[in-house]
């Protein structure tokens, strides 16, 4: 499991390296986040969005970055859910 957590007060910060099962069972069963959001961690996204949900919000970023060694542009994701006690990412 690539997850790493940092806890400053009474906020949790977890920082997920690689999507694997443990991280979806993680994501499902202990914060019980949306099915649409789950499925928009494990694949990539089409476009940036935010979704606001009474316990947490759920937003999907893209930023461009060069691609190494070849001469493109590409682009990363990061998603976010934050509620009143955690950020995950």
Same mark, same amino acid.
């Given at each position: ?5 940092? $806890? ?11 999507? %694997? ?6 994501? $499902? /069963?202990?914060? /019980? ?10 694949? #990539?996204?089409? #476009?940036?969005?935010? %979704? ?26 990061? %998603? ?10």
């Amino acid at each position: 499991m690539a997850i790493k957590t940092i $806890k400053q007060g009474n906020i949790i910060w977890y920082h997920i390296d690689k999507v %694997d099962d443990v991280v979806l069972a993680l994501l $499902k /069963n202990e914060f /019980n986040f949306h099915p649409l959001d789950i499925k928009d961690v494990q694949g #990539e996204a089409e #476009e940036s969005k935010v %979704d606001v949900y009474r316990e947490y919000i759920f937003v999907v970023m893209h930023f461009p970055i060069l691609v190494r060694g070849q001469a493109r542009a590409g682009f990363m994701e990061l %998603d976010i859910f934050l509620g009143k006690d955690f950020l995950i990412t």
